[in-house]
């Protein structure tokens, strides 16, 4: 689309990575937000009532996730994500007191499932190797259909990992999609799976930094502008509807369609997309944590999922919390730091407090869920969808984001 204007509606990530993609073309880029301020659900802001700045929700990335990476790479901050130079996995049981870590090789070959210090306590070589059936499952199939869903190497690794990936219960989740995380992590090996987090926050690793390179590259961000409407022909978008100004679309401009999944059927009538959403809670307590605790710990028999440890706060994950929509805040938050205190060795004194109930966070993992993400490709040869709820392989993480946001921008860039 030489010459012509590329509109992307949406600054989440998704929508982020192909202005990223796309800046520096012969194209002129627009990109049009709902909001006042890019991110979506990936996005730092401050919270006076902690007096920090603190992340809408906790993500982790992996060393695998080359999408990602390269996007950091792209923007300049590759050095934001921080983490051990080797893969391990802290884990925690809350009801026994013990603690472990999982340590994969740095190779394929995995070899660590032979060392007892590396694996699982109180499991075998012999336990892993069922984990195969999910690299080869199809899209109709729940990781309980192919594994089984209990034992002591499910409850103390495969349960947490995938629940966390997949924000579904596994017995319950696509095993499809389960097997593609660990085609691309586990299954590469340690160097594909050290776990790393933005250290200062998400929008200074993600966001503000890409914001700052489109700026210099010239692409206009139109901020508090939201899509109303698309002026749909047979076969292509004539305009786009933002109630105040209406933008008519030549035959040299494009649309990249990078709203949440559950808006863009709203927008298309007869989009096939995802209905069932799950929640995610993150709390987060102003504490330093101790000197040395690891910057990220499962944790199995508690509330607490993952425990994330800043330099200025602690922040926890809870997966498929639609449980807790209702629950009372300030008990919740008690109950979560009770186990913190456990976990950390702090006073059980609540130190000040914030939760985070983000409502549709990711799309249902399900396989129906899965089976309606669409393609990006859409039938108006100048409309593409984008965003970590379309057919991108992967469950709604940050690498499926932004290889979303990558893909859409590479099928602009070929329209004629």
């Not at 204007?5 to 194209?27: D, N, P, Q, R, Y």
């Not at 509807?241 to 209406?246: A, L, N, Q, T």
């Not at 710990?297 to 425990?307: D, R």
Request: net charge positive; hydrophobic share 45%; aromatic share 6%.
């Amino acid at each position: 689309m030489a010459q012509g204007t590329a509109h992307i509606i949406g600054a989440g990530l998704a929508g982020l990575s192909a202005a990223v993609s796309l800046a520096g073309c012969e194209c002129k880029v627009v990109v049009h937000e709902l909001a006042r301020h890019a991110g979506g659900r990936c996005r730092s802001y401050f919270e006076p009532g902690l007096g920090l700045t603190i992340d809408n929700g906790n993500h982790l990335v992996l060393s695998g996730n080359h999408a990602a990476l390269a996007f950091l790479k792209t923007i300049g901050t590759a050095d934001r994500l921080v983490g051990p130079d080797a893969a391990e996995f802290p884990f925690a049981d809350l009801a026994s007191g013990m603690r472990w870590s999982v340590r994969p090789n740095m190779g394929p070959l995995p070899w660590w499932i032979f060392a007892r210090g590396r694996r699982v306590p109180e499991t075998s070589a012999f336990d892993y190797l069922p984990l195969a059936r999910l690299l080869m499952a199809n899209g109709a199939r729940t990781i309980g259909d192919v594994l089984s869903c209990n034992g002591v190497l499910y409850h103390r690794l495969l349960r947490p990992v995938l629940l966390a990936a997949l924000n579904t219960e596994p017995a319950v989740g696509s095993a499809a999609l389960a097997g593609a995380v660990v085609r691309e992590t586990l299954a590469k090996g340690g160097r594909a799976c050290r776990p790393l987090v933005a250290a200062d926050g998400l929008g200074a690793a993600f966001i503000d930094p890409a914001l700052a390179f489109l700026q210099r590259k010239g692409v206009e961000i139109r901020f508090d502008h939201q899509l109303r409407a698309l002026d749909l022909a047979d076969d292509r978008v004539l305009a786009l509807d933002f109630g105040e100004d209406k933008i008519a679309l030549t035959e040299r401009d494009a649309a990249i369609l990078a709203v949440p999944g559950w808006v863009a059927p709203l927008l298309i009538k007869g989009l096939s997309a995802p209905k069932e959403f799950r929640t995610i809670l993150n709390a987060h307590f102003k504490i330093a944590p101790p000197l040395g605790f690891p910057r990220i710990i499962g944790v199995i028999n508690a509330t607490t999922e993952w425990l994330f440890a800043f330099r200025d706060r602690i922040s926890v994950t809870v997966s498929a919390a639609d449980r807790f929509l209702e629950a009372e805040r300030e008990p919740l938050a008690r109950q979560i730091w009770s186990e913190v205190a456990s976990l950390t060795g702090q006073n059980d004194a609540l130190p000040p407090w914030h939760l985070v109930k983000e409502r549709k966070a990711t799309f249902a993992a399900l396989p129906q869920e899965n089976a309606s993400r669409p393609e990006a490709r859409t039938r108006w040869r100048n409309l593409v969808l984008a965003g970590d709820w379309t057919a991108t392989g992967l469950p709604a993480t940050i690498e499926g984001a932004i290889r979303s946001g990558t893909r859409a921008a590479e099928l602009v860039s070929a329209t004629p």
